[in-house]
């Protein structure tokens, strides 16, 4: 009993020290081609320039940190890795393919791209989902519709390393390949340890979720659960990923959707629970030039401080969502519309918690001098005081270099506050809703040449999926990976036509059916 209660102890010694480092998030990093930063110091805010010359691009994917005392010291772009003075530290050079890289000069458009999260004084991992050469060579610039991701890099950085000058000591370490994922919506959450950390990635298309745990010597997964609904459709630049606050619950959506999905989060377990489709109204778009257009895609999500609203950000309008509120007729609050005129509307994108407990609203267009604020997320209604253009940054810098500029979303960043569960845990293995049920599906179906098999498998269990003729002869065989969940069986030289599957899992037939072919 006694070593027990010494392990607690040393537990809630050690998550007090991780809570009182608490000003990761002081400074944000954001804008194109001229970058600003913005530092929080209480109910004042001030912004300045960042760079005015190098033309970075502090995207939708971007993200940045400052160390435990709120001095800035790393800037992703999501492509590179940039200090406090806006120079590369050392080895902080492509942190993506190579294919990506030379094609989309600086950044990629794509949301929460990177992350950045600390595990102790000067050790952090950099997070970069992205594509590879040869899935961008075949399907990117074709014709196919199949534009993905289908790789996820960590980057380990030691700030003591270079001198004090810090540098990026293991660079793309692969956390999942040749799995089909979501261009945006990557987000993460303390462990209840107080100091590893959770990392959800959203897969593509269907609502599957892809979990890691970080820790400070080892990564963890992946570990799989997945949803039916609801179904996200694959065409996506913007989409958001969120927890709350105090990491109780998750929530995503992605452009195209309209519904949101939330659910409560288990931050020792890991495990996914109690979720929920909330199907999202669609106003009017604020067109001026056509009173029946309606506002359909939604952008960003975003979780008040006490974690009772649920914020949607559309492309042209804030929407609350009461999660306490069962009455249909009041548990949706209109509160913000557009934040200029029509004409110079630039449309908006992610919304994220500042460290004044402040809703900020980023811009997708990127040519705004400030961005949109909601004041008071925590009361219900218009009372929460939506802010139009009420973060300012400085004027533009011009030069015969830099043409025009100006801010788009804040970083991707977790909570960096928030400390260990009460009590504690420890990492172990992860409950992420495996149960000993087998579940697949196969689509789409017809398709011209690829077919998705999507499946759930405990670890012990092999999966082996056949794909034969109307006579019976094998075309092709694919092992199924109980860890990854879902993988793609390409039929593009075989005629079109009938074919038929047969699922195995440790070598006993488990369900047969028919896909079409269709070239």
Same mark, same amino acid.
């Given at each position: 009993?006694?070593?027990?209660?010494?392990?607690?102890?040393?537990?809630?010694? %050690?998550?007090?020290?991780?809570?009182?480092?608490?000003?990761?998030?002081?400074?944000?990093?954001?804008?194109?081609?001229?970058?600003?930063?913005?530092?929080?110091?209480?109910?004042?805010?001030?912004?300045?320039?960042?760079?005015?010359?190098?033309?970075?691009?502090?995207?939708?994917?971007?993200?940045?940190?400052? =160390?435990?005392?709120?001095?800035?010291?790393?800037?992703?772009?999501?492509?590179?890795?940039?200090?406090?003075?806006?120079?590369?530290?050392?080895?902080?050079?492509?942190?993506?393919?190579?294919?990506?890289?030379?094609?989309?000069?600086?950044?990629?458009?794509?949301?929460?791209?990177?992350?950045?999260?600390?595990?102790?004084?000067?050790?952090?991992?950099?997070?970069? #989902?992205?594509?590879?050469?040869? +899935?961008?060579?075949?399907?990117?610039?074709?014709?196919?519709?199949?534009?993905?991701?289908?790789?996820?890099?960590?980057?380990?950085?030691?700030?003591?390393?270079?001198?004090?000058?810090?540098?990026?000591?293991?660079?793309?370490?692969?956390?999942?390949?040749?799995?089909?994922?979501?261009?945006?919506?990557?987000?993460?959450?303390?462990?209840?340890?107080?100091?590893?950390?959770?990392?959800?990635?959203?897969?593509?298309?269907?609502?599957?979720? @892809?979990?890691?745990?970080?820790?400070? =010597?080892?990564?963890?997964?992946? %570990?799989?659960?997945?949803?039916?609904?609801?179904?996200?459709?694959?065409? +996506?630049?913007?989409?958001?990923?969120?927890?709350?606050?105090?990491?109780?619950?998750?929530?995503?959506?992605?452009?195209?959707?309209?519904?949101?999905?939330?659910?409560?989060?288990?931050?020792?377990?890991?495990?996914?629970?109690?979720?929920?489709?909330?199907?999202?109204?669609?106003?009017?778009?604020?067109?001026?030039?056509?009173?029946?257009?309606?506002?359909?895609?939604?952008?960003?999500?975003?979780?008040? #401080?006490?974690?009772?609203?649920?914020?949607?950000?559309?492309?042209?309008?804030?929407?609350?969502?009461?999660?306490?509120?069962?009455? #249909?007729?009041?548990?949706?609050?209109?509160?913000?519309?557009?934040?200029?005129?029509?004409?110079?509307?630039?449309? %908006?994108?992610?919304?994220?918690?500042?460290?004044?407990?402040?809703? @900020?609203?980023?811009?997708?267009?990127?040519?705004?001098?400030?961005?949109?604020?909601?004041?008071?997320?925590?009361?219900?209604?218009?009372?929460?005081?939506?802010?139009?253009?009420?973060?300012?940054?400085?004027?533009?810098?011009?030069?015969?270099?830099?043409?025009?500029?100006?801010?788009?979303?804040?970083?991707?960043?977790?909570?960096?506050?928030?400390?260990?569960?009460?009590?504690?845990?420890?990492?172990?293995? #992860? +409950?992420?809703?495996?149960?000993?049920?087998?579940? %697949?599906?196969?689509?789409?179906?017809?398709?011209?040449?690829?077919?998705?098999?999507?499946?759930?498998?405990?670890?012990?269990?092999?999966?082996?999926?056949?794909?034969?003729?109307?006579?019976?002869?094998?075309?092709?065989?694919?092992?199924?990976?109980?860890?990854?969940?879902?993988?793609?069986? =390409?039929?593009?030289?075989?005629?079109?036509?009938?074919?038929?599957?047969?699922?195995?899992?440790?070598?006993?037939?488990?369900?047969?059916?028919?896909?079409?072919?269709?070239?």
């Amino acid at each position: 009993m006694k070593k027990y209660l010494i392990i607690i102890i040393t537990l809630l010694l %050690y998550s007090s020290r991780v809570i009182s480092q608490n000003d990761y998030d002081k400074v944000w990093v954001n804008g194109i081609p001229i970058s600003f930063k913005t530092t929080f110091n209480g109910n004042n805010i001030v912004n300045q320039y960042f760079d005015t010359v190098k033309n970075l691009q502090f995207n939708n994917g971007h993200s940045n940190i400052c =160390d435990a005392n709120g001095n800035l010291i790393l800037a992703c772009t999501s492509f590179d890795l940039f200090n406090a003075q806006a120079n590369l530290i050392q080895n902080g050079d492509m942190l993506v393919p190579d294919t990506i890289y030379q094609t989309y000069s600086g950044s990629i458009i794509a949301s929460q791209a990177s992350i950045i999260l600390p595990v102790s004084a000067s050790k952090y991992y950099l997070i970069t #989902p992205t594509v590879s050469d040869s +899935e961008y060579n075949a399907n990117w610039n074709g014709s196919s519709g199949r534009i993905l991701f289908d790789l996820m890099y960590c980057h380990t950085i030691d700030m003591s390393a270079n001198n004090g000058l810090g540098a990026v000591v293991r660079k793309k370490q692969v956390l999942i390949e040749h799995v089909e994922l979501g261009k945006t919506r990557m987000t993460a959450c303390r462990h209840g340890d107080g100091n590893s950390w959770w990392l959800l990635k959203q897969g593509y298309d269907s609502n599957i979720v @892809y979990k890691f745990i970080l820790t400070l =010597d080892t990564i963890y997964g992946p %570990y799989i659960q997945r949803f039916t609904q609801p179904y996200f459709t694959k065409f +996506e630049n913007t989409g958001q990923a969120a927890f709350s606050k105090d990491g109780t619950q998750y929530a995503t959506s992605n452009t195209k959707a309209q519904k949101a999905f939330v659910s409560n989060f288990d931050r020792c377990s890991g495990n996914l629970f109690n979720p929920r489709v909330i199907d999202v109204p669609n106003p009017w778009s604020n067109n001026p030039f056509d009173s029946s257009e309606l506002d359909i895609s939604i952008s960003g999500v975003s979780f008040s #401080p006490n974690g009772r609203f649920l914020y949607i950000v559309k492309q042209c309008n804030i929407m609350q969502f009461d999660l306490q509120d069962t009455n #249909p007729n009041t548990q949706w609050s209109l509160v913000g519309g557009i934040d200029t005129s029509w004409n110079n509307f630039q449309w %908006y994108c992610l919304s994220y918690l500042g460290p004044d407990d402040k809703l @900020y609203i980023g811009n997708w267009n990127g040519f705004s001098p400030g961005m949109s604020v909601i004041n008071n997320p925590d009361v219900k209604g218009i009372g929460c005081n939506f802010c139009p253009k009420c973060l300012h940054f400085p004027k533009y810098h011009f030069s015969s270099t830099l043409i025009g500029g100006g801010v788009k979303t804040p970083p991707n960043m977790p909570n960096y506050k928030l400390g260990a569960t009460n009590p504690p845990c420890v990492v172990g293995v #992860p +409950e992420v809703g495996q149960g000993k049920k087998v579940e %697949y599906s196969v689509l789409p179906n017809p398709s011209i040449s690829k077919f998705m098999i999507k499946y759930m498998l405990d670890e012990n269990e092999k999966g082996i999926f056949q794909v034969v003729d109307i006579y019976g002869q094998l075309i092709t065989e694919a092992t199924l990976n109980p860890y990854l969940g879902a993988q793609t069986i =390409d039929l593009k030289n075989n005629p079109s036509g009938v074919y038929y599957y047969r699922f195995f899992v440790n070598g006993i037939q488990k369900a047969t059916g028919k896909i079409v072919l269709t070239h």
